[in-house]
Every structure is written in structure tokens, then in C-alpha cells.
């Protein structure tokens, strides 16, 4: 059996609420390597240690918005 190829690009999901991460995260795992975040300022950890080709943010989130992610 060979072993399961990791999907080429990577994709980092960004929401406070903690039943959307899992379940985008079990969707796209096929076809992304995924990385999640609660906030922005974990987001911005991710980015610290790993290339994203994507990112998928909610907008109202606390203390940073999705746009004021995108923009930094």
C-alpha cells in the first residue's frame, strides 16, 4: 500500500467559533493541508511557521476583523 500523498497546497481556516474549524477542516483536507486558527493573532503565529498558499477567514471575530487579518 503507498502511502498518502500530502495535498500541495496549504490553506489556513480562521474562526472564533469552535465547531467551524473541524468541520471545514474535515472537508477540505483532501484537497488542502490544513492549518486553523480561533483568532487572528494565532493566524499570524501560523504564518510564523508555515508558507500559506490560502486563507479562508470568518470577518467578526474579536479584537481583529477577517479584512484587518487579510490586510496585515
Known sequence: ?????QPARSLLLVDDEPYI???LG???RQEFRVFTA???DAAAK???EHPI???L???NMPR???VELLEW
Open 21 to 23: 474549524l473541524p468541520a
Open 26 to 28: 474535515a472537508l477540505l
Open 57 to 59: 477567514t470568518d470577518q
Open 1 to 5: 500500500m503507498q502511502p498518502t500523498a
Open 64 to 66: 481583529r476583523t477577517g
Open 53 to 55: 498558499d490560502i486563507i
Open 46 to 48: 501560523i504564518f510564523d
Open 38 to 40: 480561533d483568532c487572528a
